[in-house]
């Protein structure tokens, strides 16, 4: 039997040397190359972004509604604009295929902020279910809202599938149909003045 106190130091493990983040690492990477290095994580203060930046939802009460409708037609309009950049492109015997790749990036992209937009700001924080369910006007007009919006992710998502200009079309119908169902009739005058084209008359609140 050993008399006294036994002291055992580990021994000293040299770590490799940290490698160097770089701001465009995504916070995934971030993580796991802490982790496989044994050190915390440290403070990282900017990240590139990997799309349209979202609404804060805070929530802060800050909100750009008709903002948000002029942001989908411009999108929208981009959209088509790529399109028929990519017909005559491919259309062309001695065509750029640089240029034809980036306007099918660039086409999607857009295409992309609609959906995320649709997401991230209006089913997240805009459209309320009714908070009487027995109020069949309110639910009514709450299932038309998700049925336009749903109509809206779908029709961008064709709008990365094709190039039908059909699809943008019905991105700017839907986008209208909606705004009848969701603004005020002064907001939605604008809306019209703007982009109303063919399908000024769209649906009534």
């Given at each position: 039997?050993?008399?006294?106190?036994?002291?055992?130091?580990?021994?000293?493990?040299?770590?490799?040397?940290?490698?160097?983040?770089?701001?465009?690492?995504?916070?995934?990477?971030?993580?796991?190359?802490?982790?496989?290095?044994?050190?915390?994580?440290?403070?990282?203060?900017?990240?590139?972004?990997?799309?349209?930046?979202?609404?804060?939802q805070v929530?802060?009460?800050?909100?750009?509604?008709?903002?948000?409708?002029?942001?989908?037609?411009?999108?929208?309009?981009?959209?088509?604009?790529?399109?028929?950049?990519?017909?005559?492109?491919?259309?062309?015997?001695?065509?750029?295929?640089?240029?034809?790749?980036?306007?099918?990036?660039?086409?999607?992209?857009?295409?992309?902020?609609?959906?995320?937009r649709t997401?991230?700001?209006?089913?997240?924080?805009?459209?309320?279910?009714?908070?009487?369910?027995?109020d069949g006007?309110?639910?009514?007009?709450?299932?038309?809202?998700?049925?336009?919006?749903?109509?809206?992710?779908?029709?961008?998502?064709?709008?990365?599938?094709?190039?039908?200009?059909?699809?943008?079309?019905?991105?700017?119908?839907?986008?209208?149909?909606?705004?009848?169902?969701?603004?005020?009739?002064?907001?939605?005058?604008?809306?019209?003045?703007?982009?109303?084209?063919?399908?000024?008359?769209?649906?009534?609140?």
């Amino acid at each position: 039997m050993m008399s006294g106190s036994v002291s055992i130091r580990p021994a000293a493990v040299e770590l490799p040397e940290r490698p160097p983040l770089k701001h465009t690492l995504t916070p995934l990477i971030l993580v796991a190359a802490a982790a496989s290095f044994g050190f915390a994580l440290p403070v990282v203060t900017y990240l590139a972004p990997s799309g349209p930046a979202p609404h804060c939802q805070v929530p802060c009460g800050i909100y750009g509604d008709r903002m948000r409708i002029d942001m989908l037609m411009e999108d929208a309009a981009t959209i088509e604009k790529g399109m028929q950049s990519i017909a005559e492109l491919e259309g062309s015997a001695d065509h750029s295929p640089n240029q034809l790749v980036r306007w099918i990036m660039n086409k999607d992209e857009h295409a992309q902020a609609i959906q995320e937009r649709t997401a991230s700001y209006w089913l997240a924080q805009r459209i309320k279910a009714p908070k009487q369910s027995d109020d069949g006007k309110a639910r009514a007009k709450y299932l038309r809202q998700l049925e336009l919006m749903h109509g809206i992710t779908v029709a961008a998502m064709k709008c990365k599938q094709t190039t039908d200009t059909a699809h943008v079309e019905t991105l700017r119908k839907l986008a209208l149909d909606f705004s009848a169902t969701y603004f005020s009739s002064e907001d939605l005058g604008h809306i019209r003045e703007h982009h109303g084209g063919e399908h000024a008359g769209g649906e009534h609140r």
